[in-house]
Nanobody, 121 residues
Framework: VQLQASGGGLVQPGGSLRLSCAASRRTSSLYAMGWFRQAPGKEREFVSVINYRGDRQYYADSVKGRFSISRDNEKNTVYLQMNSLKPEDTAVYYC???????????????WGQGTLVTVSS
């Protein structure tokens, strides 16, 4: 399974972006789909994850109330709507897919290539 992330770019503080991550095919291995991010000089960190049905969603404290994750299983795609963006949200965002709904990166089996989000005036 290949994951293709898109939607990153340059946005001003307070602005919005929507990231997309499309899977090459449907598979039970993608029960959980999530987003992680890595800022320059920092470790990769959890952002959000959603289960297959979309009724369980988890967020990092730093993005709660600003980011929203969703998925369209017909399109094999997961989305991350990011509002009220802050400079500290600047990072490469990676989508990930796996069998377990976890906030740690290691168990995820599939990873997208990353898309850069830059929040700056």
């Amino acid at each position: 399974v290949q994951l293709q992330a898109s939607g990153g770019g340059l946005v001003q503080p307070g602005g919005s972006l929507r990231l997309s991550c499309a899977a090459s095919r449907r598979t039970s291995s993608l029960y959980a789909m999530g987003w992680f991010r890595q800022a320059p000089g920092k470790e990769r960190e959890f952002v959000s994850v959603i289960n297959y049905r979309g009724d369980r969603q988890y967020y990092a404290d730093s993005v709660k109330g600003r980011f929203s994750i969703s998925r369209d299983n017909e399109k094999n795609t997961v989305y991350l709507q990011m509002n009220s963006l802050k400079p500290e949200d600047t990072a490469v965002y990676y989508c990930a897919g796996g069998r377990l709904l976890l906030e740690t990166a290691a168990p995820y089996e599939y990873w997208g290539q990353g898309t850069l989000v830059t929040v700056s005036s």
